[in-house]
């Protein structure tokens, strides 16, 4: 069985920093890519990065490109997500993925987390 968990999730203020952890088991974490994702109340999943299993071909979404950074320890099992400069806008409930290869598409992951809300409020 596959299990993610997430972590690290809280409340800040706009222009804070926060960093997220996710950690899997039940798979070889280091042959897989992983991939973070974002849902806000009333709104579609979005994506905002993935990472290959080696730690190269990531790619963020628009949204978060330049504030965000995505980064993992495959020693550890674990992948970041460090989220700077965080805007109102950036509250959600963030769910880490993993998959075979790296993608922006969350219907392409096969296993997800259950998700750490992150709440930006002045």
């Known amino acids: 069985q596959v299990n993610l968990v997430e972590s690290g999730g809280g409340l800040v203020q706009p222009g804070d920093s926060l960093t997220l952890s996710c950690t899997t088991s039940?798979?070889?974490?280091?042959?897989?890519?992983m991939g973070w994702f974002r849902q806000a109340p009333g709104k579609e999943r979005e994506f905002v990065a993935t990472?290959?299993?080696?730690?190269?071909?990531?790619v963020y979404g628009d949204s978060v490109r330049g504030r965000f950074f995505v980064a993992r320890d495959n020693a550890k099992n674990t992948v970041f997500l460090a989220m700077n400069s965080l805007k109102l806008e950036d509250t959600a409930v963030y769910y880490c993925?993993?998959?075979?290869?790296?993608?922006?598409?969350?219907?392409?992951?096969?296993?997800w987390g259950q998700g750490t809300q992150v709440t930006v409020s002045s």
């Open positions: 993925a993993t998959n075979q290869y790296p993608t922006t598409v969350a219907g392409e992951y096969d296993y």
């Open positions: 039940g798979r070889t974490f280091s042959s897989y890519a």
């Open positions: 990472i290959g299993w080696n730690g190269e071909n990531i």
